[in-house]
């Protein structure tokens, strides 16, 4: 059974950094696009960053463009989103997903993503 778990979030102060952590089950992910998204309070699901097939990274929002990097580690099946210059804006809960089928580039919308973690909750406040 295919299963992603996120981790890492916590309360950070403005201006700082986490590192969030997406283990995949069920699969390996040495390849495949995963894409990184947020959910704020009382607002819809947003993009944040995605790893393409290749291994490089595509902005899905232009409000976290230069402070968020998603990497990937093979030999521990998980991709990591590196938050840098965390802002208050950026409170929700972050979900790591990927598409149902193989693709090389990285889907922007949250339709085109099938298979969904349960969410971290990443909270930047003074």
């Known amino acids: 059974q295919l299963q992603l778990v996120e981790s890492g979030g916590g309360l950070v102060q403005p201006g700082g950094s986490l590192r969030l952590s997406c283990v995949a089950s069920g699969f390996t992910l040495d390849y495949d696009v995963i894409g990184w998204f947020r959910q704020a309070p009382g607002k819809e699901r947003e993009g944040v960053s995605c790893i393409s097939r290749s291994g490089g990274n595509t902005d899905l929002s232009d409000s976290m463009k230069g402070r968020f990097t998603v990497s990937r580690d093979n030999a521990k099946n998980t991709v990591y989103l590196q938050m840098n210059d965390l802002k208050p804006e950026d409170t929700g809960v972050y979900y790591c997903?990927?598409?149902?089928?193989?693709?090389?580039?990285?889907?922007?919308?949250?339709?085109?993503?099938?298979?969904w973690g349960q969410g971290t909750q990443v909270t930047v406040s003074s």
């Open positions: 997903a990927r598409p149902k089928s193989i693709v090389t580039a990285c889907p922007r919308w949250v339709y085109e993503y099938h298979y």
